[in-house]
């Protein structure tokens, strides 16, 4: 018990060291110059065979939507999106066919508390520290989601999500009439926020067990899967399984399947990431990754990195469009 007091404390003062570091003042004049060559548009390509695969990250997802807004101005559609956290929320927008949504509402209102910070964190009933009903509601100067296509155009998407119950993920499909509740839950942080229900039984962040659902794609029978990245080829995390799983026990006694699978979740990943490479170089995969380590806080705030990340992804997703173009007609 004194162990978790400490942890809770811990996890306080950082989440408010956090806050008051990356509060930063911009002026609108500086934040439409940031984003004055980010689009916003909409597009209506036919979609094309294939499945793909979208790592969370927290902000390290502005790099991901840079590569996706570059996509989708070159026609490169996939009939199936299968998104994680992050990659869950840009999944919304890339299956909308909405160029330039989430890229705008992670720079434009990165430092509005309804959307980020500790007031969204203490008006939350889930204990969020990112505003889900701020982010999908109608913004000034921002279309709304577009809900019709989202459930109506044609294309496949799912979110994933873990199951407390039973420490396992499980994949939720657009068919659904509480889908955006799905995504809430897929990008819901363990540790700090309060459990999503769906269908009466606790979610969180789908990470927890499915970081990278490459192989759910894989079983699933897509044969062209696209996986990208928001870490570099050759990141990998320090193993802390110990650690993690003495605050994971206490925090989640009444799940200790989930306890031990979020434990997990790092030695998990870097396995993952060896599996991944070992397929792309197969083909059995195709991977776009960051061409130079990503180094911003989870709730960075500097708009000139997360604008220097978006442009990174457009730039490594346009200089792959010749191999990517290959790979899916081989």
Not at 60 to 85: A, P, W
Not at 169 to 181: C, T, V
């Amino acid at each position: 018990m004194f162990i978790l007091v400490l942890h809770i404390q811990e996890v306080i003062l950082k989440s408010r060291l956090i806050f008051k570091e990356l509060v930063m003042k911009f002026t609108e004049k500086e934040i439409c110059e940031i984003l004055k060559d980010i689009p916003l548009k909409k597009v209506y390509d036919e979609p094309i065979d294939g499945a793909i695969v979208l790592e969370g990250g927290a902000f390290r997802g502005v790099y991901q939507e840079g590569v996706l807004d570059c996509l989708m101005q070159h026609g490169i559609n996939f009939k199936t999106t299968i998104g994680v956290s992050a990659g869950a929320l840009n999944g919304v927008t890339y299956t909308t066919g909405q160029v330039g949504r989430n890229a705008h509402i992670n720079i434009r209102y990165r430092h509005d508390g309804r959307y980020v910070g500790i007031n969204a964190f203490l008006k939350s009933r889930l204990r969020s520290v990112i505003g889900f009903d701020f982010a999908f509601g109608d913004l000034p100067n921002l279309p709304p989601i577009d809900v019709d296509a989202l459930k109506n155009n044609g294309r496949k998407f799912y979110v994933v999500a873990t199951n407390l119950e039973t420490g396992k993920a499980e994949y939720f499909d657009n068919s659904r009439d509480d889908f955006l509740n799905c995504v809430r839950a897929s990008a819901t942080l363990p540790f700090i926020s309060r459990p999503v229900l769906i269908d009466g039984k606790p979610y969180l962040d789908g990470g927890c067990d499915d970081r990278i659902p490459y192989w759910w794609a894989k079983k699933e029978g897509y044969d062209k899967v696209i996986v990208i990245r928001t870490r570099d080829r050759d990141f990998r995390i320090k193993d802390n399984f110990e650690k993690r799983y003495k605050i994971a026990k206490r925090l989640y006694s009444n799940y200790p399947d989930f306890a031990i699978k979020l434990a997990r979740t790092d030695v998990d990943y870097d396995a993952l990431c060896d599996e991944i490479e070992i397929e792309e170089k197969k083909g059995n995969v195709f991977v776009i990754y960051p061409s130079e380590p990503i180094n911003v806080k989870m709730l960075e705030g500097d708009l000139n990195k997360l604008k220097s990340m978006y442009v990174l992804g457009y730039n490594d997703a346009l200089n792959s469009l010749d191999r990517l173009k290959e790979y899916l007609n081989n």
